[in-house]
């Protein structure tokens, strides 16, 4: 399994149950995406509303492919349903944003 690692940086709202996050990264391009969604969506432990933000998580996804030289991958993130502000769901990422854990 592959986590792309982002920045949860606020709590949204406490509805629906357990309370939704806004979490961002940066893709190879520099540009920036952000998701809503559901806190156990994102690793991290135990989010909430006092968390002190940014919290640094990552975000269970699938490798679809790496370019020639292993820097850049293509990501899917449609495996919990995710999806950015934008309705996007695979992103060109570095691969130095991927973790195993």
Request: aromatic content about 8%; charged content about 25%; some cysteine.
């Amino acid at each position: 399994m592959a986590f792309l690692r982002c920045e949860v940086v606020r709590w949204v709202d406490d509805e629906p149950q357990p309370g939704l996050v806004e979490a961002r990264f940066t893709d190879a391009h520099q540009r920036e995406w952000a998701f809503i969604d559901k806190c156990p969506v994102f690793t991290g432990d135990n989010l909430t509303s006092d968390s002190l933000y940014p919290v640094v998580v990552g975000v269970l996804c699938d490798v679809l492919t790496t370019d020639g030289t292993g820097n850049t991958v293509t990501i899917s993130v449609a495996r919990w349903g995710l999806e950015s502000l934008e309705g996007d769901i695979e992103f060109e990422v570095r691969a130095d944003q991927l973790t195993t854990s």
